[in-house]
T-cell receptor, first 117, second 115 residues
Framework: GAVVSQHPSWVICKSGTSVKIECRSLDFQATTMFWYRQFPKQSLMLMATSNEGSKATYEQGVEKDKFLINHASLTLSTLTVTSAHPEDSSFYIC?????????????FGEGSRLTVL | AQSVTQLGSHVSVSEGALVLLRCNYSSSVPPYLFWYVQYPNQGLQLLLKYTSAATLVKGINGFEAEFKKSETSFHLTKPSAHMSDAAEYFCAVSAGYNQGGKLIFGQGTELSVKP
């Protein structure tokens, strides 16, 4: 099946620094990728939809300047948390849709746990 | 707009017992429905999906789900629970290609399996 890989799995940073999380589709081309955020014991909250070669579409309430998304190629999307603060600590999960599969199925990365000190 | 409601944030069963996780959906278009499983500190793994073909869908690890349009339900079942089934389960509905194919998730149900 389709594989989506995220890196890093764990990251700890100081408050005020920026952190980049990469999401790669390993064996398919992903025209669209999605970034989710998950708090402990809660569901996934969609942050933004990332389309290759165009600007990301952010969900209501998500700060575009805080969470920068870049989808420069068909296999890579990045999420940069800028000027991170402790409240940004969370589990971030990316997912991708294989453009050739018309069923809406998404493949998920392993997730990246961000801890901001 | 599409939405999903999972009844019961926590379900506990004994090993070997029937597993039933409930999911009801709301969709203005014929839905694509999914069940995903999440183990601690991991991403989501697809268990099964309904895409307007057979209403009884069989997935991995012995799970299956039945799409019932009249009840707007897509409950997940497994005849005999195994200890390794303990995890968080999410039901999701696709928002459709006109909304970029994003998935709308339910609140999740934590399944515990007692020995």
């Amino acid at each position: 099946g389709a594989v989506v890989s995220q890196h890093p799995s764990w990251v700890i940073c100081k408050s005020g620094t920026s952190v980049k999380i990469e999401c790669r589709s390993l064996d398919f081309q992903a025209t669209t990728m999605f970034w989710y955020r998950q708090f402990p014991k809660q569901s996934l909250m969609l942050m933004a939809t990332s389309n290759e070669g165009s600007k990301a579409t952010y969900e209501q309430g998500v700060e575009k300047d805080k969470f920068l998304i870049n989808h420069a190629s068909l296999t890579l999307s990045t999420l940069t948390v800028t000027s991170a603060h402790p409240e940004d600590s969370s589990f971030y999960i990316c997912s991708a849709r294989d453009g050739g599969i018309l069923t809406g199925e998404l493949f998920f990365g392993e997730g990246s746990r961000l801890t901001v000190l | 707009a599409q939405s999903v409601t999972q009844l019961g944030s926590h379900v506990s069963v004994s090993e070997g017992a029937l597993v039933l996780l409930r999911c009801n959906y709301s969709s203005s278009v014929p839905p694509y429905l999914f069940w995903y499983v999440q183990y601690p500190n991991q991403g989501l793994q697809l268990l099964l999906k309904y895409t307007s073909a057979a209403t009884l869908v069989k997935g991995i690890n012995g799970f299956e789900a039945e799409f019932k349009k009249s009840e707007t339900s897509f409950h997940l079942t497994k005849p005999s629970a195994h200890m390794s089934d303990a995890a968080e389960y999410f039901c999701a509905v696709s928002a459709g290609y006109n909304q970029g194919g994003k998935l709308i998730f339910g609140q999740g149900t934590e399944l515990s399996v007692k020995p």
